[in-house]
């Protein structure tokens, strides 16, 4: 099993910038495609980006230009770095690591964006 600790979330101003940071434990070897998902109140969760041990990249369409997300494989860390938030992107952020085994979650670290 992994072990998903996210952490970055917070509240920023729109326009404003954060950094989240997700740290895997346990057993890392067996993780392929790690990605971030978001649910907001009301709403169903969300693929915001992922990224395959290869380094094949998806984001969804509302944040592309706008967000990144990176892997440091060493670290068995995965990050996005969110640029110029929008209230709309105000969630609860989960990190995910697909496995040989199945799909593990992190709990979640909430981005809060003002207007």
């Known amino acids: 099993q992994v072990q998903l600790v996210e952490s970055g979330g917070g509240l920023v101003q729109a326009g404003g910038s954060l950094k989240l940071s997700c740290a895997a434990s346990?057993?890392?070897?067996?993780?392929?495609?790690m990605g971030w998902y978001r649910q907001a109140p009301g709403q169903e969760r969300e693929l915001v980006a992922s990224?395959?041990?290869?380094?094949?990249?998806n984001y969804v369409d509302s944040v592309k230009g706008r967000f990144t997300i990176s892997r440091d494989s060493a670290k068995n860390t995965v990050y996005l770095q969110m640029n110029s938030l929008k209230p709309e992107d105000t969630a609860v952020y989960y990190c995910?690591?697909?496995?040989?085994?199945?799909?593990?979650w992190g709990k979640g670290t909430l981005v809060t964006v003002s207007s």
């Open positions: 995910n690591a697909d496995t040989t085994y199945g799909r593990d």
């Open positions: 346990g057993s890392t070897r067996s993780i392929g495609t």
């Open positions: 990224i395959s041990s290869g380094g094949n990249i």
